[in-house]
């Protein structure tokens, strides 16, 4: 029997995805004795994605662990954080868009996009906090400093965006690594960028209104130790 495989214009993953069943049906062989293994370059994809695996929540803790450092608190590093998943959605539709899977390549590329969107994220609220710092009211505060660094953030994203866009469109030599890097980084900014813009202005604006709300509710603190009881204030 006769099987026909094509892997023109194909990734190894959904290739083999098909040739495993096909091999199987196909092929008749005793499996008590022998088994078949699929090495080479699908063995090194697979163990270089399971290190991916490992590797990607290490770094997303340490850029947590480094934002509470620099902040002080957590309500703003989860904020910065949140440019995390939103970049992740970007980025898998733009690879499903272009039919591509994702792949060692691309797992490269969700590593960079998660760092270019932090690093927004940061720019944003960092000035947030001075304006905050400077200006009594809340709200003036957030406008000012959201509309200050709306050009800055703009301009990487669109810088990134632009200069990736060649390799996301190339199919010369090599192009099989450039196209799903330069594709993840590129769909991911696309929806990481309107919510360092809009979004989270607006959700610095809940979460610090209800800090200070929840300051001004706090009772006040009266200190009642005996060692302040003298026996004149006995009296």
């Known amino acids: 029997m006769t099987v026909k495989l094509n892997l023109r214009d194909r990734d190894l993953g959904t ?16 499996h008590a004795k022998y088994q078949v293994k699929w090495g080479g370059q699908f063995e090194n994809q697979n163990r270089a994605q399971k290190r991916l695996f490992i590797i990607m929540p290490i770094v997303l803790s340490l850029m947590f662990v480094l934002l509470f450092g620099a902040f002080g608190t957590l309500r703003h590093p989860a904020l910065i954080m949140l440019a995390v998943p939103l970049a992740a959605v970007g980025g898998f539709l733009a690879l499903h868009l272009r039919g591509m899977t994702l792949n060692v390549s691309s797992g ?9 969107a932090i690093q927004n994220g940061i720019i944003m609220v960092s000035n947030l906090n001075d304006w905050c710092d400077r200006e009594g009211d809340l709200l003036e505060a957030i406008i000012h400093g959201a509309a200050e660094r709306f050009r ?23 192009s099989d690594v450039q196209r799903p890097l330069s594709t993840v980084i590129i769909g ?17 604006f809940m979460v610090e209104s209800w800090s ?21 204030n006995s009296r």
């Not at 490269?108 to 270019?116: H, K, P, Q, S, T």
């Not at 965006?161 to 010369?172: D, E, N, V």
């Not at 200070?212 to 004149?232: A, F, H, M, N, Y």
């Open 15 to 30: 290739f083999l995805d098909e040739a495993q069943p096909a091999i199987d049906k196909s092929v008749h062989y005793d």
């Open 212 to 232: 200070r709300r929840r300051i001004l509710e706090k009772p006040p603190q009266i200190d009642t130790s005996l060692d302040d009881l003298t026996p004149e």
């Open 188 to 204: 991911g900014l696309l929806t990481a960028t309107p919510l360092t813009l809009f979004l989270l202005p607006a959700l610095y």
């Open 152 to 174: 800055p953030v703009l301009m990487t994203a669109t810088v990134a965006i632009l200069g990736l866009l060649p390799a996301a469109l190339t199919h010369s030599l090599g």
């Open 108 to 116: 490269v590329g969700f590593i960079a996009l998660f760092g270019v």
